[in-house]
């Protein structure tokens, strides 16, 4: 990535474990690596073979984007590679997708990205959109964005304070654990909304380590009450 050309490994690699709250000595004794090694790898003074890399990556829970650029700048070739859903040889993974979106009706359900942009949806979820500006809408069409924007479904939801925390909290932590262009500014952008500058320090309501599995969302659209509860499935 970006922020990584001209980079060493090392200093990356120090970068994440203080991000992380890790100290020298447990990090190595969790990966095996001992900590003098570990010492002279954030500072430069050895060159990590790619499998330390990958164990220290592992323990760090660093994004498998972000193993590459490790890799990269250690000067090894990156190991994970990426496909859009559009993919001819994602059809079968995009065919059993829109399956399981097709039987969810009729209740909302989307298929998001890394960044909750939505790359598929049935169409109980894209009605709920339909009445939105474009410029809510995107494309890309995000989640964020749309369920926080005072134009989008904020001006809709009932339990806005208790929904948009939860949001907010997912989108601060993915700004945490895997920091880029598009994920800052997201976070940028929806903080300053009106919306969510009204709800003051929404990050008392972080999300914890182990989240609802069922989250309540209630909308009113036209003269009806929706009652949602929302649930994430990681692939």
């Known amino acids: 990535m970006a922020r990584s050309v001209g980079r060493s490994a090392g200093p990356l690699v120090r970068e994440w474990r203080l991000r992380r709250g890790r100290s020298q000595m447990d990090l190595a004794l969790e990966t095996g690596v001992s900590p003098r090694h570990l010492s002279f790898v954030e500072t430069g003074r050895s060159k990590p073979s790619p499998e330390v890399l990958l164990a220290l990556a592992e323990a ?15 000067g090894y070739a990156p190991r994970y590679h990426e496909r859009s859903l559009e993919d001819p040889a994602m059809a079968r993974v995009r065919h059993s997708l829109r399956r399981l979106l097709d039987n969810h009706q009729p209740y909302p359900g989307a298929v998001i990205d890394r960044a909750w942009n939505v ?29 926080l924007h005072p134009e989008g479904l904020a001006r809709h939801t009932l ?10 909290g997912h989108l601060q932590h993915l700004a945490v654990l895997s920091p880029d262009d598009e ?23 972080r999300v914890p380590e182990q989240p609802a599995l069922l989250v309540p969302w209630r909308l009113r659209r036209g003269g009806d009450e929706l009652a949602l509860f929302t649930t994430l499935t990681v692939f």
């Not at 760090?60 to 590459?68: F, M």
């Not at 806005?160 to 939860?166: D, L, M, S, T, V």
């Not at 976070?187 to 008392?204: H, N």
């Open 119 to 147: 790359v598929l949806a049935n169409p109980a979820a894209t009605a709920l959109v339909d009445m939105l500006p474009a410029e809510v809408v995107g494309p890309p069409t995000n989640v964020f964005r749309v369920c």
């Open 183 to 205: 994920v800052t500014g997201l976070l940028e952008e929806v903080t300053g909304y009106p919306t969510v500058v009204a709800l003051g320090d929404w990050r008392r309501a």
């Open 60 to 74: 760090l829970s660093v994004p498998l984007r972000e193993r590459n650029a490790l890799l990269l700048a250690a």
């Open 159 to 168: 339990n806005f304070p208790e929904w948009a925390p939860y949001l907010l």
